[in-house]
């Protein structure tokens, strides 16, 4: 299975930490948005996104670089990392699901995790989360990537 993870990790590399994580057990390439390939993606079997929270959205690095895709097919999945908890009705990852959903994609899941946060005010303390991703928070990513890995293998 061909899996490439495109990964906006731009304040303390907790996403990218994620992302590492769930490459480990899926195999996966990890790529930046502006080091995506396009013609790479559409090749792919499945094809992550994912960035850190910033004000109750991923980054603008990855939601825009989804934008950008070519309509197509293709199975997808979605990840984050915030210092604050995500709320169930208005989970951070929505708005890319629903971009990637109206490209063409079938997203098989999401995923989100804690992670340190610096942003104001909790600069003025230091930060949130301070020792997450911790060793909980990778496991369950990588036991998100297999439940991921498992449904895309064929059946013998």
Same mark, same amino acid.
């Given at each position: 299975m061909k899996v490439v993870i495109v990964c906006a990790s731009v304040a303390h590399g907790n996403t990218?930490?994620?992302?590492?994580?769930m490459a480990q057990v899926l195999g996966a390439k990890v790529v930046s948005p502006e080091q995506a390939d396009l013609a790479e993606l559409a090749a792919a079997d499945l094809v992550g996104f994912g960035s850190g929270v910033f004000y109750q959205r991923?980054?603008?690095?990855?939601?825009?670089?989804?934008?950008?895709l070519p309509t197509?097919?293709?199975?997808?999945? %979605?990840f984050a990392t915030s210092g604050l908890p995500e709320l169930p009705l208005a989970p951070f990852t929505r708005s890319v699901v629903r971009l990637l959903e109206g490209?063409?994609?079938? %997203?098989?899941?999401?995923?989100?995790?804690?992670?340190?946060?610096t942003m104001m005010p909790f600069k003025l303390?230091?930060?949130?989360?301070?020792?997450?991703?911790?060793?909980?928070d990778l496991a369950a990513a990588r036991a998100f990537a297999t439940r991921l890995r498992d449904r895309r293998e064929p059946v013998s």
């Open positions: 990218r930490r994620v992302a590492d994580s991923l980054h603008p690095r990855l939601t825009d670089f989804v934008k950008t197509g097919r293709g199975r997808a999945f %979605v490209k063409g994609f079938e %997203v098989d899941g999401n995923f989100s995790c804690r992670a340190l946060d303390v230091g930060g949130i989360q301070k020792q997450r991703p911790n060793d909980r």
